[in-house]
T-cell receptor, first 114, second 111 residues
Framework: QQQVKQSPQSLIVQKGGISIINCAYE??????FPWYQQFPGKGPALLIA?????SEKKEGRFTISFNKSAKQFSLHIMDSQPGDSATYFC?????????????FGSGTKLNVKP | NAGVTQTPKFQVLKTGQSMTLQCAQD?????MSWYRQDPGMGLRLIHY???????DQGEVPNGYNVSRSTTEDFPLRLLSAAPSQTSVYFC??????????FGSGTRLTVV
């Protein structure tokens, strides 16, 4: 049973458009939610992260929206560029002893068309 | 600074063979983890360590062993390889849970 559910599996967006990837979780102990970006043949790289005490975090063209009551969070990529074409993973971890145990979503392959 | 170095990059094993995937980091990070990546499954945690001499199990630990004798190294041992262990393996390290750096991966095929 996957602890973090991610959708869609794949996404095609035109250059300049907005890419939106959604994740949902059940475990209310989760208190840290990072997003990772992975290019083919490379390891994932931390993109942006959020804690549940804020509803939104923005870094450049990347924004995380967080809905604590719905237990959902999403990544928005504004003005999407072909260079953003990659696989994106959401993840979550909880406070306490297991803080280094990350649970990842299944990934979204983004293709930005020029 | 090399970051997180994984060796080998590619490996083919026969069922039943054992091997060790190497992971080394030069950032003096306390926290290190091993993940496997399978299509449609995302990354799943195998084992992790919060410091030299301290390891713990992740989501999918069966068939794998780890040890952490130094801060720099965190090898992953496959005891008796099975086709179900065909995957891409990633090692990661961090100074906190908020800054994990991943290696470039080891692609393992078990035939």
């Amino acid at each position: 049973q996957q602890q973090v559910k991610q959708s869609p599996q794949s996404l095609i967006v035109q250059k300049g458009g907005i890419s939106i990837i959604n994740c949902a979780y059940e475990n209310t102990a989760f208190d840290y939610f990072p997003w990772y970006q992975q290019f083919p043949g490379k390891g994932p790289a931390l993109l942006i992260a959020i804690r549940p005490d804020v509803s939104e975090k923005k870094e450049g063209r990347f924004t995380i929206s967080f809905n604590k009551s719905a237990k959902q969070f999403s990544l928005h990529i504004m003005d999407s560029q072909p260079g953003d074409s990659a696989t994106y993973f959401c993840a979550a971890s909880s406070r306490g002893y297991n803080f280094n145990k990350f649970y990842f979503g299944s990934g979204t392959k983004l293709n930005v068309k020029p | 600074n090399a970051g997180v170095t994984q060796t080998p990059k590619f490996q083919v094993l026969k069922t039943g063979q054992s091997m060790t995937l190497q992971c080394a980091q030069d950032m003096n990070h306390e926290y290190m983890s091993w993940y496997r990546q399978d299509p449609g499954m995302g990354l799943r945690l195998i084992h992790y360590s919060v410091g030299a001499g301290i390891t713990d199990q992740g989501e999918v630990p069966n068939g794998y062993n780890v040890s952490r004798s130094t801060t720099e190294d965190f090898p992953l041992r496959l005891l008796s390889a099975a086709p179900s262990q065909t995957s891409v393996y990633f090692c990661a390290s961090s100074y906190s849970r908020e800054g994990y750096t991943f290696g470039s991966g080891t692609r393992l095929t078990v035939v």
